[in-house]
């Protein structure tokens, strides 16, 4: 590789850096625009207008030589400066093409960089304890621990069109041993295939019984009263037949068993109310024109 090209990937790689930590310093404002002729205080750098902060630039520095795990040289702190003045030549670049509005990455990026720095200070606020005590007492419900149940099945699987006929023959010779007081397990053994995924044999929500039964089946076990298994039931897989040996009530946890689960859906609350309050302010702001007969 020549020195050129060396220097032209070089260059590469620490605009990248830069870019990186530039949308977190453009989501907290520290890259200003200004047009005093003079540098302000706290200003190291103008750019065609806009100002670049030491701040930023010494949290730049702090951040490449925790990278570097080392001293920086003089070189290296005047390369920080001049990526940063490239890194503002082209986000203004940028700008004066329309990026912003044309490109739905650079888009996305602008969207989130903003929204961070809106709900940024809500989401540091420390909640007290009458803070969570009123969410958890407002919402109970929303804390719940749904209902569990432990099923157990017997399975008759289905691998092709040409199985369905078979497996549910034995799906239903199988209801009718049942019926006439035969154990589940000995039936199992004679008519069952082995299933896919064995359920475990423990209490599970229905959300988890779903991932080894399917809704169709899931739906069974959760209406059943668990006084006799199943009819056979079929999935995607095959048929089931379902006995529910045990069900657990949905619970509502004591206040101090979800402490941490109460602090961050607060915190995720502050901040959706300060960016809800932040796009209402925008809004009614906006010269805001919408096309008629539209929802």
Do not use: C
């Not at 949308?23 to 002729?37: H, K």
């Not at 103008?46 to 520095?61: F, K, M, P, T, W």
């Not at 502050?270 to 096309?291: F, I, K, Q, S, T």
């Amino acid at each position: 590789m020549d020195a050129q090209a060396s220097q032209s990937r070089s260059t590469v790689l620490w605009l990248a850096f830069f870019a990186a930590a530039g949308l977190a310093l453009a989501a907290t404002g520290l890259l200003q625009r200004r047009s005093a002729s003079a540098l302000p205080s706290g200003a190291i750098a103008r750019v065609n207008g806009s100002v670049i902060d030491a701040e930023s630039y010494e949290r730049l520095i702090v951040a490449l030589a925790s990278d570097r795990r080392g001293e920086l040289t003089d070189a290296d702190r005047r390369r920080v400066l001049d990526r940063m003045i490239e890194e503002e030549l082209l986000v203004q670049r940028a700008l004066e093409l329309g990026l912003a509005r044309v490109d739905r990455r650079v888009r996305a990026d602008l969207v989130s960089a903003v929204i961070a720095s809106v709900t940024a200070d809500a989401e540091r606020r420390t909640p007290t304890d009458a803070d969570l005590r009123a969410l958890y007492d407002a919402e109970p419900e929303f804390f719940a621990r749904p209902g569990r149940l432990r099923v157990r099945q017997i399975f008759f699987r289905v691998r092709s069109p040409d199985d369905v006929d078979a497996a549910s023959a034995r799906a239903e010779a199988a209801t009718r041993r049942l019926a006439a007081g035969e154990a589940f397990e000995e039936v199992a053994r004679a008519l069952g295939d082995e299933p896919i995924v064995p359920i475990p044999d423990a209490p599970l929500p229905a959300t988890k019984l779903q991932e080894y039964l399917g809704p169709s089946a899931t739906r069974v076990a959760l209406a059943s009263d668990g006084s006799s298994p199943s009819a056979p039931v079929r999935s995607g897989t095959g048929f089931h037949i379902l006995d529910v040996r045990e069900r657990e009530p949905r619970v509502i946890p004591p206040f101090d068993a979800i402490r941490d689960r109460l602090r961050a859906e607060w915190t995720r609350r502050e901040g959706e109310r300060a960016l809800r309050a932040y796009l209402d302010e925008l809004r009614a702001r906006a010269d805001l024109v919408v096309a008629p007969g539209v929802p």
